[in-house]
């Protein structure tokens, strides 16, 4: 499966046509605050990452989700399924992870995405566990994670950056299908 509708959005594989507005979104700063060390990414970065999930989505069938509005077609961003491997000690694990562009905060968007794509990787990927991992600051994260019922495991340190992170996670038979 490769395109799942929502109320109010399209999720669909990602292409490299999405490159200049995850670019504009990439570019943020406060976008970017709490992904990794907090650094923003070059158009280049993008385009480079775009072609990796490309790649992640045949090798494992599963990857990053392109969010789309409904109405307008306008791209808000992605909501992926990842294995994270900026912390090796919860592997092997999939993450479920999300990004929108600044101007599409605050409605309710990265919820209605995520449900969906927590749903896919129990129903349609076999998952029987979804990760979901903070930056201890990033309410909005907490709050989208606490709405899709992903409870909260424990609390680490990524090794690459000496940042603290909140793990978080739901299994198979806690979703509320
Ligand atoms: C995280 C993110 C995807 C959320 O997107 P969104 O579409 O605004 O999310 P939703 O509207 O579904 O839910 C956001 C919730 O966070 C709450 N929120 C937002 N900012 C908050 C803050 N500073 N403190 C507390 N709650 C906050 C909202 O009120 C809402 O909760 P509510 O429904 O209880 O009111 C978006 O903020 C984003 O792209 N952030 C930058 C990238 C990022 O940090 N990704 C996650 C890395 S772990």
Request: glycine fraction near 10%.
């Amino acid at each position: 499966m490769d395109r799942i509708e929502t109320a109010r959005l399209v999720l669909r594989q990602p292409v490299l046509a999405d490159v200049p507005a995850l670019a504009e979104i990439n570019a943020d700063p406060e976008v970017m605050r709490y992904i990794g060390d907090g650094s923003v990414r070059t158009a280049d970065q993008t385009a480079r990452g775009i072609r990796q999930v490309i790649g992640d989505w045949a090798e494992r069938g599963y990857g990053m989700f392109s969010v789309d509005r409904r109405d307008t077609g306008e791209y808000l961003g992605w909501v992926t399924l990842a294995e994270p491997i900026f912390l090796p000690e919860v592997l092997p694990a999939v993450e479920i992870g999300w990004r929108l562009g600044r101007r599409n905060w605050g409605q309710g968007f990265a919820t209605e995405a995520a449900r969906e794509v927590v749903r896919f990787g129990f129903e349609s990927c076999g998952l029987d566990r979804v990760l979901s991992i903070r930056h201890p600051d990033n309410h909005a994260s907490r709050r989208v994670m606490e709405k899709l019922g992903l409870h909260f495991d424990f609390q680490t340190t990524v090794p690459a950056h000496g940042l603290p992170a909140m793990v978080y996670s739901i299994s198979r038979s806690e979703f509320a299908w």
